[in-house]
């Protein structure tokens, strides 16, 4: 679902990035614009009528102030044909002010060919446009149509807004750093998850090295460690004698051990971990009746750990009864890297 949604908002920046640089790439040159929308001043004239002015406002979008624009209506002929034209110069004459418009209409229209006056207002309902139209009567005006198409009429055939360069690439200059951005965004969202998979990974494999922890414990029975075991009367096993000792199995040295002492400081918190994993101690896996032991062996320091089963055999006489020897083997450097 989330890779989806990326690869739509990768696509979507990509397609706003390439389409504006289409459109930039496929439109006529700002000389080409320039020439085309000059020529109009050397256009043709003729008389013509200005039949209707509007002034038409655009609805208000919240707090900003609503505008008008101007819209006309004029006849005019050309070898001997009639023509309808509806634009008034090359570009659209708008302003926020009526008043304004108005007096920048005053050069085609006199007050004396005004017939009617009409306001449109929907009142109390300010959202709704304006419009204010002016119908005239006998309004002469010059019109200026091309000469190639005369369809193609202006009553203002200057250009007072020649294009430039920095409102020809203005919308590049916003529309490609979004798409841009998209991408990116949608680029380095990809590595946040390729990020918080390899974070899942060493997770994982960071567990897998706490079992190989687990595993560095090795297991033996009681007899092939511990000395000095008895015959158990009671239950035909093996019970600890009055002073247990652990020989061990890598350098052979003998150690005297209390069966009360647990977690020595030399234990560090892997070893601990590594024997109650091990052991089940810590997990309440062992009975009441378990119990365990920790030392270190006296000569090389391997840590082991004892785990034995005590057994109330008449009113406080308690007996001891070794089940394993657990001994510590320190992982290799390579694991312990997780
Ligand atoms: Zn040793």
Redesign the pocket.
């Known amino acids: 679902m989330r890779a989806l949604f990326l690869s739509v908002f990768f696509i979507l920046g990509l397609l706003l990035v390439s389409l504006s640089t289409w459109n930039f790439i496929s439109s006529p040159s700002l000389e080409e614009e320039r020439n085309q929308r000059a020529g109009a001043a050397a256009w043709p004239s003729v008389q013509g009528t200005l039949r209707e002015v509007h002034f038409q406002q655009v609805a208000q979008v919240g707090k900003t102030p609503g505008y008008y624009y101007v819209e006309v209506g004029y006849g005019y002929r050309v070898d001997g044909q009639d023509y309808q034209g509806d634009r008034l110069a090359l570009d659209r004459l708008d302003n926020p002010a009526l008043e304004v418009l108005e007096a920048s209409m005053g050069r085609f229209v006199s007050p004396e060919h005004v017939l009617r006056r009409v306001v449109t207002e929907h009142s109390g309902m300010t959202m709704l446009p304006k419009k204010v139209s002016l119908y005239l009567r006998e309004q002469a005006v010059t019109v200026y149509y091309d000469p190639k198409n005369p369809r193609s009429a202006l009553l203002d055939p200057l250009d007072h807004h020649p294009p430039n360069l920095l409102e020809r690439i203005a919308p590049l200059l916003v529309l490609i750093p979004i798409g841009i951005v998209m991408m990116v965004a949608a680029y380095l969202n990809w590595g946040e998850r390729e990020a918080s998979v390899l974070a899942w990974a060493s997770r994982r494999s960071k567990k897998q090295s706490n079992i190989a922890v687990a595993e560095n414990i090795q297991t033996y029975p009681p007899e092939e460690c511990l000395l000095d075991l008895a015959t158990d009367q009671w239950g035909g096993g093996m019970v600890f004698p009055a002073k247990p000792v652990y020989r061990?199995r890598?350098?052979g040295?003998v150690t005297a051990f209390g069966l009360r002492a647990k977690e020595p400081p030399e234990f560090s918190y892997a070893i601990r971990k590594a024997f109650d994993r091990a052991s089940g101690a810590g997990q309440a896996a062992l009975s009441l009746e378990s119990e365990y032991c920790d030392f270190v062996?006296a000569?090389?320091g391997?840590p082991v750990r004892v785990l034995y089963r005590t057994h109330e055999f008449a009113m406080s006489c308690y007996r001891h009864l070794p089940e394993q020897v657990l001994v510590y083997e320190p992982p290799p450097l390579t694991v312990r890297a997780g």
Do not use: E, G, I
């Open positions: 061990c890598r350098c040295a062996c000569k090389c391997q």
